[in-house]
Structure formats: structure tokens, C-alpha cells
């Protein structure tokens, strides 16, 4: 530091930071620990302390420890803090974080302009664990519509949700009206028990605390729609078509939700995009706009029935980038990289990478390939001036409406992820599913050398021989 009021300041920050962060009440002791930590720092800005990678910060001139993200807490409130096994668990990584390092000098001269928003997080992906502050007392239970194969293991869960774990469970509505359902002999001791709501009428913020979906990823689909700002956790199992999204086996549910109640389990953040469509008319009025939704797979924009192209104008950040000439435009997130995007010939992001997939739909261009662009950016889309026709808007698959000349559609990344438990972990899930039910990288070996004929042999010498003897 320059001189020693910088210094002094740095302490004082330091301490306060120290308090804060680790809990303790005085700050003397942890003043030396954190100087000692100062001193060993490396070029790159860690901090080498056996198997702990620590990220430092450069914030007006004085360097300030951070340590590994403590494990995300779904609630409002704080959540106590871990044991002392669990904290060394984390520590005990050996892995580094690669990503721009938050040091924010570039040799000896250059340097970031300083700003409010100057503060960058890595988030390592293996610290995303589920801890509840309290425990959970409500929970929805979605399953998969018109499948008479998924009411057994419903009926199975809400009993055991009433029964063993005393439990308030919700339900829709709609499901009371399911004849296949209502005829089951044993709905009829659980029916006056359980709660109901309706899609378009109730809004389910801040009543869910944990929720459970039994099908396949339409029900995870349909989990977000319902939750327009903060989502419960969502545990997904597979009793539908494809699962990719639905790591659980319903097997053995009983053992896996009890050990997820208890708090012992990862997280995936899926990023989910806010999309805000603007009528003409409500942008000259300044009007609130009537479609404000989020999506958890992707935004299409498509040419509808017309058999013209559509012609879609995408801007970001307020720049105009491109006009997409084609069949449409697919606006994507990580987790719906492997949806609809994948099939357009997108990549696939895992779901813990920041970032927004722009991809086209047959574009009448050799060169238009997939794009990703930053999680922070936002983009406009909007109908071409000239454009023969007008355009169609899908959200997740669902509320379809046009798109028309004038009218804007915005879309961000937003605040609020979808939590989804993760069975082992997000890493192996992810690239579990990609095997599964992608089929990835599956071919036949190729076989070794060992295999192999003698290839310096002459392939005709049996033949040859066996003439030979019959002469």
C-alpha cells in the first residue's frame, strides 16, 4: 500500500469484511491472519494455502479476501452456519476456478476503470448446495398429464408426503377432474387432504416451499411457468419420454427425498430469460405490456403460416447486429441449448455457464451460424420495416402470439433461477443425461493394433494353399 492511512483504512475494511464473512465478533485476531494471507499472495491473485484456492479482489487500491461461496440458501432468511465437518468438506477442493481473475490491473501501468458495477463472481459449481433455514412444510406435486402409467407413483408420493412427513401437498385443480385418477381406489382416502390452485387464477409465490415433478422435462417446463419470480427447489423424476432434465429414478424415493429434506444435496441454477413483449400500441402509450414471462428453455420467433421468410431485425445492447432471413430465430438459454436449439445445430452449454444462445432456423445464409453472447446483454427483436409478413412468438411452447410490425420483444437474463436438485452432482448429471438421452459421442471402438490381421502377410496365401492340396 502507499502509505500507511491506506494502510490503516485497509485494515478497518478488512476487519469489518472479516466479521462479516466468517462471523466473529472481534476483529484483532483475524487482522493478522488476514495480513499474513495478504503476503501470500501469487501474480495471479490466490492465495496459497495447501488445497484452498482464494480469490482477491482489487478495490480502490487495497486488496480484499474472499473466501469459497458458502452453499446457496433457498429463503428469505439466513441460514445458520455449516458445521465444521461440512466446511472442511468444501475446502478440501483441489480444483481452480479458470475465469478472469477479479484483480482488475493488466501489467504494471494498465488497470479497469473503477465503477459500481466493477465486482465480478466466479461461483465455483460444486459450493451450490441446498441448505433449508427451516424445514419445508408445503409441497407442490406436478405430474405428467394424460399418463395413467404415472398415477401409482403419484398417489405413492402424496401419501407419503401426508402420512410419513405431515406435510401440507398442493395439486392442481385440474387433476381432481381426471377420471383415470378419480377411479384409483385409493385416491379416495387422500382427496379431502390435499390443497388446490389454478394456474390462471393463484399465484403460488412464497406458499411452495419444496417441489416434486413426476414425468418427463414438460414438467419442469411447466414447474417454471408457474413460479414468475422466486422457485422453490424442484426435484425432477423420470417417468416420462426423454428425462434429461429429471435425474431421479422413483425407485427409491422415499430415501432420496428424506435425504433432500435433510439438506444433503447439489444444486443446478438453471438461468431462465425474462421476455417482455411490447405492443405498438403499448409503447406509444407507455403502457405496461401484457406478456412480461419467464422462460426456462428458449424464446422462438418464427415465421408462422406464412410461406414467405421472415425477415427479423436483432439488436443487442440497443445495437443493431443482424437481420435474420429464414425460417425464424430460437433465443435460448444454457438448458435449453439441448432443446430446440441443438436440433437448429446449435452447441450445448452446460446450464452453470452464464451466457444466451442465439441460433437460427434455416437461415438463407451459408454463414449464419450460432452465436453466444453474455448472460448481462439484452436483446430487442422486432419485425424488419420491409418484411413481406409478420412474425410468431412461443414462450417455453406455450401463450403463441404475433409478432407484428412495431411490436418489440425484449429479452434478459433473469434474477430468478430454477433450482433444480441435482442426484449426484450438476457436472455428472449433466453429462449423464447427454449420454443417456442424447446418445453423445457413441460410436464403435476402434479396435487395436493387436485385432488386427498380420497386414504384411498376403491375404491370398490360405486360398492359394488350400488349391494346392486339392491338386
Known amino acids: 500500500l502507499d502509505n500507511e492511512e491506506a494502510q490503516h483504512d485497509w485494515r478497518i475494511t478488512m476487519s469489518s469484511l472479516a466479521s462479516r464473512r466468517l462471523g466473529m465478533m472481534g476483529a484483532s485476531n483475524e487482522e493478522g491472519a488476514v495480513v499474513k494471507d495478504l503476503e501470500r499472495l501469487d501474480l495471479n491473485g490466490h492465495v496459497s494455502d495447501g488445497d484452498v484456492s482464494e480469490v482477491v479482489e482489487l478495490r480502490e487500491g487495497a486488496r480484499v479476501r474472499y473466501e469459497e461461496d458458502a452453499p446457496v440458501r433457498i429463503g428469505a432468511e439466513s441460514a445458520p452456519a455449516l458445521g465444521h465437518a461440512e466446511s472442511e468438506a468444501l475446502k478440501r477442493r483441489t480444483r481452480s476456478l479458470n475465469a478472469p481473475s477479479p484483480i482488475q490491473q493488466f501489467g504494471p501501468c494498465g488497470r479497469i476503470m473503477k465503477n459500481s458495477a466493477m465486482v465480478m463472481t466466479i461461483q465455483d459449481p460444486a459450493s451450490q448446495r441446498l441448505t433449508w433455514y427451516k424445514p419445508p412444510l408445503t409441497v407442490l406435486v406436478i405430474k405428467k398429464v394424460r399418463d395413467a402409467m404415472v398415477i401409482p407413483p403419484f398417489i405413492q408420493l402424496v401419501k407419503w408426503f401426508i402420512n410419513q412427513k405431515r406435510m401440507v401437498v398442493f395439486v392442481e385443480s385440474a387433476i381432481m377432474d381426471d377420471p383415470v385418477l378419480t377411479r384409483h381406489p385409493e385416491f379416495g382416502h387422500i382427496k379431502e387432504k390435499l390443497m388446490t390452485f389454478d394456474e390462471k387464477k393463484d399465484d403460488l409465490t412464497d406458499k411452495i416451499d419444496f417441489c416434486c415433478c ?9 414447474a417454471s411457468s408457474l413460479f414468475q419470480q422466486s422457485v422453490p ?10 428425462g434429461f432434465l429429471t435425474p431421479f429414478k422413483f425407485e427409491d424415493f422415499e430415501a432420496q427425498v428424506t435425504h433432500v429434506l435433510e439438506g444433503h444435496a447439489a444444486l443446478t441454477l438453471r438461468s431462465r430469460l425474462r421476455c417482455i413483449l411490447m405492443k405498438k400500441e403499448e409503447e406509444e402509450t407507455s403502457a405496461k405490456p ?11 420467433i418464427d415465421r408462422g403460416p406464412s410461406p414467405y421468410l421472415s425477415n427479423i431485425d436483432l439488436y443487442l445492447d440497443g445495437k443493431l447486429i443482424t437481420s435474420v432471413q429464414g425460417d425464424g430465430l430460437i433465443v435460448s438459454t444454457p438448458t435449453g441449448s439441448t432443446a430446440y436449439a441443438v436440433a437448429a445445430g446449435a452447441s450445448m452449454i452446460h446450464p452453470s455457464v452464464p451466457a444466451v444462445m442465439v441460433t437460427p432456423i434455416c437461415p438463407h445464409s451459408l454463414s449464419f451460424r450460432p452465436i453466444v453472447v453474455p448472460a448481462g446483454v439484452e436483446l430487442k427483436i422486432c419485425v424488419s420495416p420491409d418484411s413481406r409478413n409478420t412474425a410468431w412468438v412461443s414462450f417455453d411452447g406455450r401463450m403463441r402470439q404475433e409478432l407484428c410490425h412495431g411490436d418489440s420483444l425484449r429479452v434478459t437474463t433473469s434474477i430468478y433461477p430454477i433450482p433444480s436438485i441435482s442426484a449426484q452432482d450438476q457436472i455428472t448429471d449433466w453429462f449423464d443425461s447427454l449420454a443417456e438421452c442424447l446418445h453423445w459421442n ?4 476402434q479396435r487395436t493394433l493387436d485385432e488386427l490381421s498380420d497386414l504384411s502377410s498376403d491375404p491370398y496365401d490360405e486360398i492359394k494353399n488350400e488349391t494346392k492340396n486339392e491338386t
Open 442 to 445: 457413441v460410436r464403435k471402438k
Open 214 to 222: 413426476l414425468g418427463g422435462d414438460g414438467t419442469l417446463l411447466y
Open 290 to 300: 401484457n406478456t412480461n414471462q419467464l422462460v426456462l428453455n428458449e424464446v422462438v
Open 233 to 242: 427447489p424442484i426435484m425432477a423424476f423420470h417417468l416420462g419420454s426423454l
